[in-house]
């Protein structure tokens, strides 16, 4: 472990573990980088110290479950939505935590909107995050009868068009 930790007040290594017990790793690494900040310590520092006492504490970690696949589950969450489900679409996403990851999502008309299902994070000896949601989306939007829209499933891109904008509403094409 960087000797950053050792800068950290006992108070603050409290609220960092407690975070780290609870899963909470972007919670844990704010509190880290804010309390060292006048330090000059780097998000990536910031980030190292927490990973170390992921290590630390091991076990002890209450991991969250990864969020459910199956289609009753997402149909179940889609039912649970205020509005008509228009399409099941997968996004890429991603942060200095998880790296890449990918939302699955459904588009809703009256009203517009869009909710959101699950997050399908990397899985150590389960399948890529991509490969996991859109044999997921897929399921669901046959299930559902919409269609189902991920517009870069080989490539993470977290600016490719959306479904609205390739296949716009009836309302939009005037």
């Known amino acids: 472990m960087s000797g950053w930790w050792d800068y950290l007040e006992e108070r603050t290594r409290r609220a960092v573990d407690a975070d780290v017990l609870r899963d909470r790793m972007i919670t844990a690494v704010k509190s880290v980088r804010d309390a060292l900040r006048p330090l000059g310590v780097s998000l990536h520092e910031a980030e190292q110290v927490v990973h170390a006492r992921y290590a630390a504490l091991g076990d002890q970690v209450r991991r969250r479950p990864p969020d459910p696949l199956d289609v009753p589950s997402l149909a179940s969450r889609a039912a649970a939505l205020p509005g008509r489900v228009a399409a099941v679409e997968a996004l890429w996403d991603g942060d200095t935590v998880h790296d890449w990851f990918v939302l699955l999502v459904v588009v809703l008309d009256d009203p517009d909107g869009e909710g959101h299902l699950a997050t ?11 490969l996991a949601a859109a044999e997921a989306g897929r399921a669901l939007a046959a299930h559902l009868k919409a269609p189902f829209h991920f517009p870069s499933p080989n490539v993470p891109d977290d600016e490719a068009p959306r479904w609205r904008t390739v296949r716009p509403r009836p309302q939009d094409r005037e």
């Open 120 to 130: 399908v994070y990397h899985r150590p000896g389960g399948p890529p995050p991509a």
